[in-house]
């Protein structure tokens, strides 16, 4: 439920603006919002279609950081991020409408904005005027201050520089770009994030065929989600790039090669999801290197032979799903190399549709928290 509300107030729009002066702004006064803020807010709010009037508390003599959807720092007079629980009442009018209309370019004028979620609003076209419809996101890139960007929904396909645009926000922590139609990049790009801030990269459900190459220059990448997109053919060897992903969504694809030998080098690698695909060959013995990894989907591939010892050395695993493979190996062998090290923390084990054989032994009642198990349709005996 607090992820709904979070969800709902994010899909609302939340044009969130950020410190715009500190000399006018006390830390010991009540801080109002800025002025010039106010304004730009005022003239957004006037080009919007906003049929449930959810946007009715943006009026002209209030304290701009009162309205719902902005939401100011009490103390530095910053317009932050909004709080992750959302008033009910926010629910219900985001429910009763959308937000649609045309971006005012006032916009523009909120400089220090640090957070901009205009996710799931249905602005048909994003019109600043100078710039036609979303044929580009050049407006973008005016926001230099930006940290969290959330243009998800948005039908952004013929905006070919949104990633020269985004990806060179030289503050950006957060962008999100998913069902937004997007294609392939063909546009060299120069500079690409040079502070290389940008840490969470979510790009599920696009229509992209193959990885971005410009995510390999992110060396700050924690989290990247491509799944549910059209990538097909081998995996790029390019992982050594970006080592402190933590978290890596390639599901829901067409991937038919191996897994690449630098994605068993990310040390610091918790969640690697790989599920979906056409993934083939054995899984190598280097996977004991990802001694981080909690969660480990490579279900629904073609993953064959046997599972290396090294899974011994994978101390952290909560959850292993390699359902619908080809692994063709004595299941007692995989016991025991999970009890060398997983006994206590393997939550839950699908090994399902494989061509697994042997009985099963009283290995797995040590497995203490393992609360699910499935071994369906192999060629196990009691
Ligand atoms: C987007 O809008 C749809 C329909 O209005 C709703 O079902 C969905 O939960 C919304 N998604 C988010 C992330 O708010
Ligand atoms: C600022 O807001 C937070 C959260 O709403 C609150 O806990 C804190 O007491 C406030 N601080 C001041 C100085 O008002
Ligand atoms: C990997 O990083 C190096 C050093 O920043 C860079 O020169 C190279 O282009 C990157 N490789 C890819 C595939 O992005
Ligand atoms: C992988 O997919 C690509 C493109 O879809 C295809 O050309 C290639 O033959 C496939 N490779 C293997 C090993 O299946
Ligand atoms: C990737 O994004 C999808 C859609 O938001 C989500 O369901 C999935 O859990 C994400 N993957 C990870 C590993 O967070
Ligand atoms: C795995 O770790 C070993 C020992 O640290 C190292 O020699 C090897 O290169 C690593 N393999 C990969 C694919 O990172
Ligand atoms: C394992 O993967 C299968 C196929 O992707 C999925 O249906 C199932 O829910 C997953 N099970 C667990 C326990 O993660």
Redesign the pocket.
């Known amino acids: 439920m607090r992820a709904a509300l979070t969800n709902a107030l994010l899909g609302f729009l939340s044009v969130i603006a950020a410190a715009i002066c500190f000399s006018c702004c006390d830390a010991n006064s009540n801080v109002l919002c800025i002025e010039s803020e106010r304004e730009a807010l005022l003239k957004l709010k006037n080009d919007l279609n906003d049929p449930s009037n959810s946007l009715s508390s943006w009026v002209e003599t209030e304290d701009c950081c009162k309205w719902i959807g902005v939401f100011c720092n009490n103390l530095t007079g910053h317009v932050t991020r909004p709080e992750d629980d959302a008033p009910f009442t926010q629910w219900e009018a985001y429910e009763q409408s959308k937000l649609g209309g045309t971006i005012n370019p006032s916009l523009l004028q909120l400089k220090h904005l640090t957070s901009l979620d205009l996710s799931n609003n249905s602005f048909s076209s994003i019109q600043i005027p100078e710039f036609d419809e979303v044929r580009s996101l050049q407006w973008v890139s005016g926001l230099s201050s930006l940290q969290y960007l959330d243009l998800s929904e948005v039908h952004l396909h013929k905006a070919t520089d949104w990633l020269q645009v985004t990806f060179n926000l030289p503050n950006l922590l957060e962008l999100h770009l998913s069902d937004c139609l997007l294609q392939d990049d063909t546009s060299p790009i120069s500079i690409v994030n040079s502070r290389k801030s940008l840490a969470v990269l979510d790009l599920y459900l696009n229509q992209f065929s193959s990885i971005p190459?410009?995510?390999?220059?992110l060396?700050g990448l924690v989290s990247l989600n491509l799944s549910f997109n059209s990538l097909n053919g081998p995996i790029?060897d390019?992982f050594?790039?970006t080592s402190f992903l933590e978290v890596v969504d390639l599901s829901s694809n067409s991937l038919n090669s191996s897994i690449p030998n630098s994605l068993y080098s990310l040390h610091h690698l918790q969640s690697l999801s790989l599920g979906g695909n056409y993934f083939q060959g054995e899984i190598s013995s280097a996977i004991g290197n990802l001694s981080s990894l909690i969660h480990l989907d490579l279900s629904h591939n073609k993953f064959q032979r046997r599972l290396p010892t090294s899974f011994e050395d994978l101390c952290k695993l909560k959850e292993m799903n390699l359902s619908s493979n080809e692994i063709d190996q004595d299941i007692s062998e995989i016991l025991r190399s999970l009890s060398r090290c997983s006994l206590d923390c393997l939550e839950s084990l699908n090994m399902a549709k494989n061509q697994l054989s042997g009985h099963l032994t009283d290995q797995l009642g040590k497995f203490e928290n393992l609360a699910y198990l499935s071994l369906a349709q192999n060629k196990i005996y009691g």
Request: aromatic residues 20%; without cysteine; proline residues 10%.
């Open positions: 190459m410009s995510i390999f220059s060396h790029p390019y050594g790039n």
